[in-house]
Structures are given as structure tokens and as C-alpha cells.
């Protein structure tokens, strides 16, 4: 729905730069594409964070079903670490080796 109404804003905006504008049509080609590449580059990090995002969350989900996840070097699991949601971090649990230690779900895979 975003994405409609983003391309209705910049449709009108077309309009009136086509119609109320004293502007060269050079002017209105260079004001076009660098809207278009602006256009563009959101879409693209937009595609890349819901990725990352994505990756993050099988992570998470996999934690959950009590399965060991790699991170770096480090493998953890639900008998050693702990999830905090609220940040998507995994935290030592105490009395374990890694106690205190924590680590990135999304630095994990």
C-alpha cells in the first residue's frame, strides 16, 4: 500500500512539475532521475534490512526450538544462553562457562 501511494505522490508531483514550472527540459530530466535514484536507493535498503531482519528471525526461531546456533565461533543453545527479546540478544546464562557473554542474534546464522 506504501509503495501505491508513494508512486501516486510522485506521479503528481511529475504533474506539476510538468505543468507549473517554468523549468527547461533538462531540468525536469536531472530533477526526474535524481527522484528516481533517491526512489530507488529506498527500495533497495528497504529490501536489504527486511532481509537482514528475516535472517535475524530464524535465528531466533531456531534458538526457540531448541537448536544450536552458530555465531562466529561461538555455538549457542537454550542450556547455555538465555534470549532477551526486547533487543534480540543472547545472554550467558549464570553458571555456565559464557556467563555475562553477550552476543547478536543477528551476527548469528
Known sequence: MAYILGLVVVALLFLSMHYFTELKKK???TISLVILGVILGAIAYN???SAKRDAMLEVVTAF?????VQCGDIK????????STGTYTFIGRKGT????QMI??????
Do not use: F, H, R, W
Open 76 to 83: 549457542v543453545n537454550k542450556t547455555l544462553y538465555d534470549l
Open 97 to 100: 562457562p559464557n556467563y555475562g
Open 64 to 68: 526457540e526450538q531448541n537448536k544450536s
Open 47 to 49: 529490501t536489504y534490512s
Open 104 to 109: 547478536s542474534a543477528s551476527s548469528c546464522k
Open 27 to 29: 531540468e525536469k530530466i
